[in-house]
């Protein structure tokens, strides 16, 4: 029922900027915390930002400055704006919510397939 879709992801090159979006589908009655996380090659996968119900953020202190995470209640979407982007960011991002849909079914830590984000000259 629940679906998690992303986008954006891309190659850029050093200094750019990419904006990923991943837009919650189904009967959504709310949305608690949603967040971004990435994986690199060889790496454990780590969190990015997370923005709760209220709008509070905190982000890995390697991003604090160059991305800002956002969301869009009414389109039930979370952003990731990614500024200066450096070779390191380089990952698989993942996106993840936690979901109560209309019919009372929760879904916890519920993942996005994830999009390629590549940051090389």
């Known amino acids: 029922q629940v679906q998690l879709v992303e986008s954006g992801g891309g190659l850029v090159q050093p200094g750019g900027s990419l904006r990923l979006s991943c837009a919650a589908s189904?009967?959504?009655?709310?949305?608690?915390?949603m967040g971004w996380y990435r994986q690199a090659p060889g790496k454990e996968r780590e969190l990015v930002a997370v923005?709760?119900?209220?709008?509070?953020?905190n982000y890995v202190d390697s991003v604090k400055g160059r991305f800002t995470i956002s969301r869009d209640n009414a389109k039930n979407t979370v952003y990731l704006q990614m500024n200066s982007l450096k070779p390191e960011d380089t990952a698989v991002y993942f996106c993840?919510?936690?979901?109560?849909?209309?019919?009372?079914?929760?879904?916890?830590?519920?993942w996005g397939q994830g999009t390629q984000v590549t940051v090389s000259s």
């Open positions: 993840n919510a936690n979901l109560l849909m209309r019919n009372n079914r929760y879904y916890h830590d519920y």
């Open positions: 189904g009967s959504i009655f709310s949305i608690n915390d």
């Open positions: 923005i709760t119900s209220g709008g509070s953020t």
